[in-house]
């Protein structure tokens, strides 16, 4: 498979419920990102990850808990989310310091109950 | 706070039409001007721009920026109905974090 690709697709969630995203990327790149894209705002970034290190965290809810255990791959642990919480959650990646080049993923679309 | 403003939201055309989008940013430390088509769901790269005046161009699609005026402008000639999604802006900054800063986007209709 290439590309970003992202599982699940499609996700309802109770708010006491826990679960998590999967993004993984086979470009070779070297830095992942975390997206949220609700309903008529602006794609709203989460979090960076350049060589595994996290570089950026934009001010996310506690209740939002990335893992990125090597290049390959990212993880967005979710619990006690809030309805508000529903949205696309793009994951996206490129090569470190070559934002410019990133390449999404489909994105999973989140329903929190 | 850096802030970057699409206009207008949505637009609605027919085929054959040209549109402009419009793309108006304020923030520290600018790198680079990216515009992406988001079609059902990924977002596609378009253009980069880091110069003002010069026109970026693939078929049908240019863009140019004006880093004077602080704005980018997209064009869309003889619009085609696979054209119709929503185009986002945003604006890289210098700083190496890796974080873009995108715009609300603009929905754009083509209507056979």
């Known amino acids: 498979e290439t590309g970003v690709t992202q599982t699940p697709r499609h996700l309802v969630m109770g708010m006491t419920n826990k679960k998590s995203l999967k993004c993984e990327q086979h470009l070779g790149h070297n830095a992942m990102y975390w997206y949220k894209q609700s309903a008529k705002k602006p794609l709203e970034l989460m979090f960076v990850?350049?060589?595994?290190?996290?570089?950026e965290n934009n001010s996310v809810p506690s209740r939002f808990s990335p893992e990125c255990p090597n290049s390959s791959h990212l993880f967005l642990h979710l619990h006690t989310l809030q309805p508000e919480d529903s949205a696309l959650y793009l994951c996206?990646?490129?090569?470190?310091?070559?934002?410019?080049?990133?390449?999404f993923g489909p994105g999973t679309r989140l329903t929190v109950t | 706070e850096d802030k970057v403003v699409q206009s207008p939201l949505s637009l609605v055309v027919h085929e054959g039409d040209t549109v402009t989008l419009n793309c108006s940013y304020e923030v520290t430390n600018f790198r680079s001007l990216l515009w992406y088509k988001q079609e059902k769901k990924a977002p596609t790269f378009l253009f980069m721009l880091?110069?003002?005046?010069i026109e970026k161009k693939s078929g049908r699609l240019s863009s140019i920026l004006d880093k004077k005026e602080l704005f980018s402008i997209l064009n869309i000639t003889a619009t085609q109905t696979g054209d119709s999604a929503i185009y986002l802006c945003?604006?890289?900054?210098?700083?190496?974090?890796?974080?873009?800063?995108f715009g609300q986007g603009t929905t754009l209709q083509v209507k056979p």
């Open positions: 945003a604006v890289e900054l210098s700083s190496n974090t890796g974080k873009l800063i």
């Open positions: 880091t110069s003002s005046g």
């Open positions: 996206a990646s490129s090569p470190v310091g070559v934002s410019y080049e990133q390449y």
């Open positions: 990850y350049n060589f595994k290190e996290q570089t």
